[in-house]
DNA sequence: ATAGGGTTAG
């Protein structure tokens, strides 16, 4: 703005604006608006509005005043000092919409918290909320951390007679519910919503995600086609593709791609990056790839994720060329393209590559390095071997390490059976999380491997008293656009028998080839999985077994597995990969195991 | 005069 046009106005009111806003309040404190900080966007415009109104008058009339409160509080967050000094500085009868307008932006703000300050002042000040009220509120109330706020919030809403019939609140609930774990209310008050729309939908498909029940994400999505008359658009397609990536469910996603196709939806940006997402998450990086080159316009997400991809898929060359030719195409790296180089380094065992990105990412990329990128770094070298240098590399880093950050390590130790430091590492995640299940089961079988029984039994007891229990080894595969999950030992499932039955013939024809299994006799045995279930049982040997059975010769099996593969399934797939000649792909908790012809792309490094 | 749903990560 220059200071000719300065109104009388626009400089008291400026002058007002250093008073309540944290921003300004560090620049000069007499001629804010001439500070070099420059004001957020449209601000000026605003102010001309506003001494336009004061000019005539008009500021006394509560729509138009109402109408200026609303426009600035929604300008953006920076503006909400602002808003709210006008606010205080009406002179006729505030109403609802100004209450509104306020809450509306707190509620999007970095603040949500004064959002529901000025709710309470509302109603205490005898205002009423109306259907725009809850809405807001209840926006801010999924956005703090705590849920006492919005079952209040529900409360009172009930009691003015808003639950179910107005579409809007009822949308709210669902997220507010969903947003604080309880997605089987959420579910209820999305079954009691008096009309579901597309938005209806979409929330309670994010509701689903949300608490990673994905394959509910698609049942709802299917009831959405089946049962309404809503019709599916990008919002819905990306959630759907999103839980697609995390089951590795192919089939569906593909299926998926084609209704996308089919239903004339414009494949933008953000769909597209989700569907390469999902491609390289279900293990299909070419297709993954050959959607990335189609793409003409890309953002740092899309390639992000297909630097990401590559790196989950153990292509680390692929990784670190699409990172240059990114950086050639001029889209500046961000902390989540860092992560996937990162990853891709250390999937791939390139210590040197990796080492050299990391120190140079602050530098170089201005990006700061987070826990993320430690554990990355943890993790390439402590796969590598060099446990020491890790361990170093924590004790030195600045930031406070984190149990995610310990466990890295503590998998390294488990993979190169170091037991003085694992167990050292093992106790500082005990320190952090006393509840760590990974943590005890690798005391535990570190106790058991090297024969100190009374160890053992005083970790296994300790668990049983505190009702510490690891989450189960999970494998699923996808058939007919069926999920199968398989945990440890089951033996739920309808064919259940002839999965054995297979097992054992797998284990036969392995035999047969000189396979033996890689425990019992093994006297050094610190597996991610208890040793409660035999590993003849595990997950991923059932998911196997069942795919055999199941799907025609040639056709490739698809595994994803929640924890890390054992040892021994590792060498049972690249076994039948031969045997039977089939290619197998497993997603497991961190990376592609892809198995062809008796060998897998990890080259055993994983 | 005002409202609800958004893809990436160890």
């Not at 009868?93 to 309470?120: C, K, Q, V």
């Not at 390289?280 to 189609?294: K, Q």
């Not at 050094?524 to 040997?541: L, N, P, R």
Request: aromatic residues 8%; charged residues 25%.
């Amino acid at each position: 703005m220059r200071p000719r046009k300065k109104t009388f106005f626009s400089i008291a009111f400026a002058r007002n604006l250093t008073v309540s806003s944290r921003q300004n309040s560090k620049s000069n404190p007499k001629f804010p608006s001439s500070s070099p900080t420059p004001s957020p966007p449209g601000l000026n415009h605003l102010k001309r509005d506003h001494a336009k109104l004061l000019r005539s008058g008009e500021i006394l009339d509560t729509i138009a005043a109402g109408k200026l409160i609303s426009d600035i509080a929604f300008s953006g967050a920076a503006n909400l000092g602002y808003a709210r000094s006008l606010f205080a500085w009406i002179q006729s009868p505030l109403n609802t919409f100004m209450w509104n307008s306020l809450i509306r932006g707190y509620a999007h703000g970095d603040d949500p918290r004064e959002a529901i300050s000025l709710y309470r002042q509302m109603l205490a000040n005898g205002y009423l909320p109306n259907n725009y009220t809850f809405p807001f509120i209840l926006k801010a109330c999924t956005r703090i951390n705590d849920p006492r706020v919005g079952l209040g919030v529900h409360g009172t809403l009930i009691r003015h007679g808003f639950e179910d019939f107005d579409p809007f609140i009822q949308t709210s609930l669902v997220n507010f519910y969903a947003s604080c774990g309880s997605i089987e209310v959420a579910q209820k008050l999305f079954d009691r919503s008096p009309q579901r729309d597309v938005t209806s939908w979409n929330a309670l498909i994010k509701a689903y995600i949300g608490c990673c029940r994905f394959s509910d994400a698609i049942r709802v999505f299917r009831l959405m086609q089946d049962r309404s008359n809503a019709r599916a658009d990008e919002i819905t397609m990306l959630g759907v593709v999103s839980a697609c990536a995390h089951l590795g469910a192919l089939d569906m996603g593909k299926w998926v791609h084609a209704y996308v196709d089919r239903s004339r939806m414009r494949l933008t940006r953000n769909l597209g990056t989700a569907l390469i997402n999902m491609y390289a998450r279900c293990g299909e990086i070419e297709s993954a790839s050959f959607l990335f080159r189609e793409m003409k316009d890309k953002d740092i997400r899309t390639w992000s994720v297909m630097i990401g991809g590559f790196a989950l898929n153990g292509l680390a060359n692929e990784a670190l060329d699409l990172f240059s030719e990114m950086q050639s195409a001029g889209v500046k790296p961000d902390s989540v393209t860092l992560t996937g180089v990162l990853s891709a380094c250390s999937h791939a065992g390139l210590v040197q590559e990796g080492m050299k990105l990391f120190d140079e990412m602050r530098d170089l990329f201005l990006v700061e390095p987070t826990i993320e990128h430690y554990g990355c770094v943890v993790d390439l070298l402590g796969r590598a071997g060099e446990l020491e240098e890790a361990l170093a590399l924590i004790k030195r880093m600045s930031l406070k390490p984190d149990v995610m950050l310990w466990g890295a390590l503590l998998v390294a130790c488990r993979v190169h059976k170091n037991v003085e430091i694992g167990e050292m590492v093992a106790k500082e995640m005990l320190v952090l999380d006393s509840q760590n299940a990974g943590a005890h089961v690798f005391l535990s079988n570190v106790y058991a491997a090297t024969g100190k029984w009374d160890l053992v039994e005083q970790v296994r007891s300790l668990m049983k008293e505190q009702k510490i229990r690891k989450p189960p080894g999970s494998s699923s595969i996808e058939l007919d656009g069926v999920v199968h999950e398989f945990l440890s030992g089951d033996t739920s499932h309808p064919q259940s028998d002839q999965i054995y039955r297979m097992l054992n013939e797998i284990r036969r024809r392995a035999g047969l080839i000189g396979h033996r299994p890689a425990t019992g006799g093994v006297p050094f045995d610190i597996d991610e999985e208890d040793k409660e279930v035999c590993i003849t049982q595990h997950s991923e040997k059932l998911a196997l077994a069942f795919g055999l059975l199941n799907t025609e010769e040639g056709t490739v099996i698809r595994i994803v597995k929640n924890l890390r593969i054992c040892e021994d399934c590792h060498s049972v797939m690249q076994l039948v990969s031969e045997v039977f000649d089939r290619i197998v792909v497993v997603r497991d908790r961190n990376r592609f195991h892809h198995f062809k012809n008796g060998s897998c792309s990890c080259r055993n490094y994983w």
